[in-house]
Nanobody, 124 residues
Framework: QVQLVESGGGLVEAGGSLRLSCAASGRTFSSYTMGWFRQAPGKEREFVTTISPSGTRTFYAVSVKGRFTGSRDNAKNTVFLQMNSLKPEDTAVYYC?????????????????WGQGTQVTVSS
């Protein structure tokens, strides 16, 4: 069982930056692929990035590539999402998720555990 708690969301102006964190419980954090997803009002949940168990491989949605960076610190059971050059269309609730083993999938149905989400609002 893995419990995930996101933090770091807030209100930021367009062009600004935020860094989200997701703290995970459990001893086997380093065996999980971690993902970040987001859901805007009235829209389906969408993939943002995946981070391999070792943290050496990351995959991004086209909409965020070059602006967002996913990373993890396995010693601290924490995964991060650095978001730069934020746009109003990045406004959403951001969720971290965990999947046992390695996956590059952006399909939210593949992930086993989810956090409660943190709100990111980008003003124009």
């Amino acid at each position: 069982q893995v419990q995930l708690v996101e933090s770091g969301g807030g209100l930021v102006e367009a062009g600004g930056s935020l860094r989200l964190s997701c703290a995970a419980s459990g001893r086997t954090f380093s065996s999980y692929t971690m993902g970040w997803f987001r859901q805007a009002p009235g829209k389906e949940r969408e993939f943002v990035t995946t981070i391999s168990p070792s943290g050496t491989r990351t995959f991004y949605a086209v909409s965020v590539k070059g602006r967002f960076t996913g990373s993890r610190d396995n010693a601290k059971n924490t995964v991060f999402l650095q978001m730069n050059s934020l746009k109003p269309e990045d406004t959403a609730v951001y969720y971290c998720a965990a999947k046992q083993g390695m996956t590059t999938s952006g399909n939210s149905g593949y992930y086993d555990y989810w956090g409660q989400g943190t709100q990111v609002t980008v003003s124009s």
